[in-house]
């Protein structure tokens, strides 16, 4: 029996050829990095791979963040002839403005800090950023100014150069000093199936003074100028669903530094930071976290080397650098530490839901955590060991 209905084409069966890729709206962006970013297009057999290659490049245009909108126009024009022998691709393009500006603030229970922030993007026409930052905090002074400017890769926008310039001025008043650092740093960030790599080498040129009268001599004796000359090696794993109120994921940071390639300061050290974040019920998040680190003094360690531990950023729940070994008041610092947490986050009760209020929870949690100084001639382990006895715990809302 013979039927007149036709089957329907499948897109993955219907064959096109891509003759044209065009990128409309350019104005100060240099068109090859462009056309690296969207010469895929161009190898699309089928009707389906022109949309699927044509959506990816879309995407990693806009990964650029040079562009304000990115839109796609397929199409099937004509020749001279009448009929139709190719597809065109077109995409509208529209540029951010050239300079940009943000003001940004954090504000706790114990500190905040205020930072503004001026950007001139896509400087060169590859995509490059000059930022420039400038960030105070409060009520413990502190005010910096950096100088950044980034370079990605053209062909792949995860691998970047970054080089800065810095200045720091900080009043550490738990550990009564202030100190000054000027410095430089060259930094390479590149993905690897474990996470986003950066691999940096520094220059900080440091200066300790304006004790309060108070200080120890322990603490003294680390005055003057010092020279760091350190390389770094970070790797971080974010698989967070939401950077700033995540329900579900995770988020791993490990930092290797050794200090000694120059200058006066030799150490090695490391720091791991591991976050877990699951979903309970009725909107409510928990969370375990663990931070540890381990200096290795290769000459005596000084206290701007230091870990110090307590307050909202290291420990919360515990004054600001409330752990560890003190002296006269003040905190030392020191050479190996652990910290944990548990934390459950509840959504504001009897308040509509909206995309403000879902990121402003009820923050319940249990801290603990331990900080020791580092004995020369005991080995690494039993460092780690040590800290274990003697801990701290804290909980509250």
């Not at 794993?237 to 200058?263: F, I, K, M, N």
């Amino acid at each position: 029996m013979l039927s007149n209905e036709r089957a329907p084409i499948q897109m993955q069966d219907f064959e096109v050829k891509v003759k044209r890729v065009r990128v409309v709206g350019l104005l100060r962006t240099k068109a090859d990095i462009v056309a690296e970013h969207v010469k895929d297009v161009l190898k699309a057999k089928t009707l389906h791979e022109a949309i699927i290659k044509s959506f990816e490049s879309k995407q990693r245009l806009s990964d650029l963040e040079i562009f304000k909108n990115v839109s796609i126009h397929l199409d099937a024009p004509k020749n001279s002839a009448g009929s139709y022998d190719g597809m065109e691709v077109t995409f509208h393009v529209k540029e951010y403005r050239m300079l940009a500006s943000s003001v940004a603030a954090n504000a706790g229970t114990q500190s905040g800090d205020a930072s503004l922030t001026f950007t001139l993007r896509n400087l060169l026409g590859r995509a490059e950023q000059l930022k420039s930052v400038s960030m105070t905090t409060f009520p413990y002074w502190g005010q910096t100014l950096q100088l950044h400017f980034i370079k990605p890769y053209y062909k792949n926008v995860d691998k970047r150069l970054l080089l800065t310039l810095g200045k720091t001025n900080t009043k550490h008043t738990a550990s009564g000093f202030q100190e000054q650092v000027t410095g430089a740093q060259a930094e390479v960030q590149f993905p690897s199936f474990l996470g986003k790599h950066g691999l940096a080498l520094s220059w900080d040129w440091r200066n300790l003074g304006e004790f309060s009268p108070t200080v120890p001599l322990s603490v003294r004796q680390d005055a003057g100028h010092t020279l760091k000359c350190a390389v770094k090696h970070t790797l971080e794993a974010d698989e967070r669903d939401d950077p700033v109120a995540p329900t579900s994921g995770y988020v791993a940071r490990l930092t290797h530094e050794l200090a000694g390639l120059g200058g006066d300061v030799f150490f090695g050290k490391m720091d791991v930071h591991m976050q877990v974040f699951r979903e309970l019920f009725w909107n409510w998040v928990f969370s375990v976290s663990l931070w540890t680190g381990f200096l290795k003094p290769l000459s005596p360690s000084k206290i701007n080397d230091r870990f110090l531990l307590g307050g909202p950023t290291t420990l919360r729940g515990f004054g600001l650098w409330g752990i560890g070994p003190r002296e006269q008041g003040h905190s030392l610092g020191g050479d190996v530490y652990w910290s944990t947490g548990a934390h459950l986050f509840i959504p504001l009760p009897f308040v509509p839901r909206n995309e403000l209020t879902e990121r402003v929870r009820v923050h319940t949690f249990l801290t603990a955590g331990n900080l020791i100084q580092y004995r020369k001639g005991k080995c690494a382990l039993c460092a780690c060991r040590s800290t274990l006895p003697h801990r701290g715990t804290n909980e509250g809302c």
